[in-house]
């Protein structure tokens, strides 16, 4: 019985040893890593430059700057859109408290939809009337 390997194999076998190797660890922070990185310093510019270690406030304004690009970039995204249109709505949701609890006016948004809650509830009220 004669056993043979297909081209293909030592192929990705050669691809598996480059990628452990030194030489593309260097090539792969220089033409991957540092673009990145600045790249990240970019995006995320004003949450760095207001960055104190004592305050969370810093990491919320992280969190909601990732979710802001993350939501941006899943429309463009391979996912069906009855998914991915669920998930959108979540972080929308998501970014939405989060803005709440940066700006600090969580207390009057909670207002603000309490008092369209009740104009809901008065105008089915109204329209069971009529029916």
């Known amino acids: 019985m004669k056993v043979?390997?297909?081209?293909?194999?030592f192929e990705s076998v050669e691809k598996v040893i480059?990628?452990?190797?030194?030489?593309?660890?260097v090539w792969d922070t220089i033409?991957?890593?540092?673009?990145?990185f600045i790249t990240n310093v970019y995006k995320f510019r004003k949450e760095l430059?207001?960055?104190?270690?004592?305050d969370y406030r810093y990491t919320l304004e992280m969190l909601h700057r990732s979710l802001v690009?993350?939501?941006?970039?899943?429309h463009d995204g391979m996912e069906i859109?009855?998914?991915?249109?669920?998930?959108?709505?979540k972080m929308q949701r998501a970014i939405q408290l989060l803005k709440s609890k940066i700006d600090d006016d969580?207390?009057?948004?909670?207002?603000?939809?309490?008092?369209?809650?009740?104009?809901?509830?008065?105008?089915l009220?109204?329209?069971?009337?009529n029916y």
């Open 69 to 74: 690009i993350m939501e941006s970039k899943m």
């Open 81 to 89: 859109r009855e998914t991915r249109d669920k998930k959108v709505q």
């Open 49 to 54: 430059y207001d960055h104190a270690w004592w």
């Open 4 to 9: 043979e390997f297909k081209k293909t194999f």
């Open 18 to 25: 480059w990628y452990d190797s030194k030489l593309f660890k």
């Open 106 to 123: 969580y207390v009057d948004r909670a207002q603000l939809e309490r008092t369209l809650e009740n104009i809901r509830r008065t105008r």
């Open 125 to 129: 009220q109204r329209l069971s009337k």
């Open 31 to 36: 033409t991957r890593g540092i673009p990145r």
